[in-house]
């Protein structure tokens, strides 16, 4: 019988998939001699490399873009700009040079070259007069905290010129402060434009911001007054909260735990949901993290608060293992509790062990005055979350965490979700893409270091391999290119590709992974923001000299 084309179709398909198939096999069985028996060093240098990899690919086809697509090389800029960029790969990336820079053994004149390059451009190209309205928050937390690390990091390791990134960093900040006074409240709306100063309103969610959008600036605007000595960004920042605590009866009606919306013109909440996934997580992360940078005292109490409710209302446990999640109460405190968990929530790892040690290893903590109870529990409670997250890689072909699971209740399972290996989780069809997240190692990297247990390191490298593997195209062959994207399932292998690069790939996922090779990171001289940017801890002594203080209290 003659064969159709559909046959042949069928046939050529085959082979590709076998030949796909094969190549993923050559490549897994390289990357796992290579990285099994490394030494940290050793990883350090893999890690040097898929970051140079992937940041020479930007560099290639996609140059001063903020947007950047590997796989089609399309490109473009944030929010609609047709002519300037703000930087959102580039600057994004700059701390994760310097920090490679300072510790390679191998690529040190190449990280030398990218630091002129970025600190040219930066300099020569990059304009924040800019006629689009941003978002308040991704532009804080990425290009103006990007900035400021760039800026602590070129005076601490003395490489580079630290006034370009403060000078701009300044009228970044000086462009987005208007938008803190767009309200009675005080909680800036959404969006500014950066050209008019033009505050924006969600256009969304009936107007109302995320929760976590405003309450996650001010590391970076704390400490931009710390090194200026303006306390204007200090005081706006901090203004928040009183209104919010206030107007919401936040500690005793909500236990600590905020919905995920807020309207700025009256600081209510809008809708119950409670999750410490998207829209709610960074708001309990910059509660401890302000207290790390700072130690003033209410940010302490508030963060103790938000923990207690969060161990009363959403933690639960999966069947079989028993694994400690984090779970969500979309109709309220008093709602039935959703198994569902976001891998953003992974972040919690590390932020329950920083709040019980507060940087110092755990013997260390063990000994001072304020160890107690309280904090023991926080830091077993830490070790289970990072366990429970890292079986989220574990348990999945491909050794890689989709973006939401669904934890295994008894009651959870739907015949078209696919189920862990284990058992424990389930993942629904429309979650089961992996953005190159970093919240994982970000957690493993806190625990070795607080710890130095083996078994982080051992966690994080089976996590790189897989990244490794899984995440990358074209890396056979002398005349390879090398580049790595985002997927858009991490159930079948070979796994399907997507084809994006993220920043924070670049900014936190390579970065927290490198730092956990380094063996001397001190984690409580240092206060990284929630994309990776690290600031310095600032002194008492600092902040009485600048006449900055906490301006609200409960």
């Known amino acids: 019988m003659k064969k159709g084309p559909s046959e042949k179709g069928f046939f050529f398909k085959a082979f590709i998939g076998l030949l796909t198939a094969f190549s993923a096999y050559l490549l897994y069985s390289t990357f796992q001699e290579s990285t099994t028996s490394a030494s940290p060093s050793d990883l350090r240098d893999q890690i040097e490399t898929v970051f140079l990899d992937s940041w020479n690919d930007y560099k290639t086809y996609a140059w001063g873009y903020d947007v950047y697509h590997p796989l089609s090389h399309q490109k473009s800029n944030m929010y609609g700009s047709n002519g300037k960029p703000l930087g959102w790969i580039i600057v994004d990336a700059l701390d994760t040079i310097m920090l490679m ?35 308040i928050f991704e532009t804080t937390i990425r290009m103006l905290g990007g900035l400021l690390s760039g800026y602590y990091l070129s005076k601490e390791l003395q490489v580079g010129n630290p006034d370009i990134y403060l ?37 969304v969610d009936d107007g109302a911001s995320s929760t976590a959008e405003f309450t996650t600036l001010q590391l970076e605007f704390k400490y931009l007054s710390a090194i200026t000595g303006d306390p204007a960004y200090w005081e706006a920042a ?43 997580d960074s708001f309990y992360e910059y509660l401890l993290k302000q207290y790390l940078q700072t130690h003033e005292p209410v940010y302490y109490k508030l963060y103790r608060q938000s923990m207690e409710g969060m161990k009363q209302f959403l933690l639960a446990k999966s069947e079989p293992s028993g694994l400690v999640f984090i779970g969500e ?21 590390g932020l329950l062990a920083m709040g019980a040690t ?172 929630t994309e990776a940017h690290p600031f310095p801890v600032l002194p008492g002594e600092l902040l009485t000299q600048k006449k900055l203080f906490t301006g609200w209290s409960i």
Request: aromatic share 12%; net charge negative; with cysteine.
């Open 329 to 349: 109460r979309e109709h309220g405190l008093y709602g039935p509790l959703s198994p569902k968990m976001d891998h953003l929530v992974c972040f919690m790892g």
């Open 101 to 135: 820079y300072n510790s390679t053994q191998t690529h040190k004149q190449e990280f030398a070259n990218e630091i002129q390059l970025v600190e040219t451009w930066i300099n020569d190209v990059l304009d924040y007069d800019i006629d689009v309205s941003v978002s």
């Open 358 to 529: 507060e940087g110092l290893q755990i013997s260390k903590a063990r000994e001072q005055p304020f160890w107690d109870t309280k904090h023991e529990e926080d830091w077993n409670l830490a070790k289970s979350l990072t366990r429970t997250c890292y079986e989220m890689y574990h348990q999945v072909p491909s050794g890689l965490a989709s973006e939401i699971v669904v934890f295994n209740k008894g009651n959870s399972f739907r015949p078209n979700y696919w189920k862990s290996s284990k058992g424990d989780f389930f993942i629904k069809p429309a979650d089961t893409h992996n953005l190159q997240r970093p919240e994982t190692v970000e957690s493993i990297m806190f625990l070795y270091h607080l710890t130095k247990d083996q078994k982080y390191r051992d966690w994080g490298r089976e996590i790189f391999q897989s990244f490794r593997i899984h995440t990358s195209v074209n890396c056979q062959g002398p005349n390879k290119n090398c580049v790595f994207t985002s997927l858009s399932d991490v159930i079948s292998k070979p796994t399907k590709k997507g084809d994006n690069l993220e920043s924070f790939w670049l900014a936190e996922t390579l970065k927290y992974l490198y730092l956990l090779f380094l063996d001397d990171v001190d984690l409580s001289s240092v206060v990284f923001n």
């Open 238 to 280: 901090e203004a928040v909260y009183t209104p919010l605590y206030e107007e919401n009866d936040l500690l005793h009606t909500f236990h600590g735990l905020v919905p995920i919306y807020v309207y700025p013109d009256n600081a209510k909440f809008h809708g119950q949901n409670i999750r410490l996934g998207s829209r709610g």
């Open 167 to 203: 000078n701009k960093a300044i009228d970044l900040a000086d462009r987005l402060l208007p938008a803190f006074d767009a309200t009675s409240t005080g909680i800036p709306y959404s969006s500014i434009n950066l050209h008019t100063g033009e505050s924006v309103k969600n256009h």
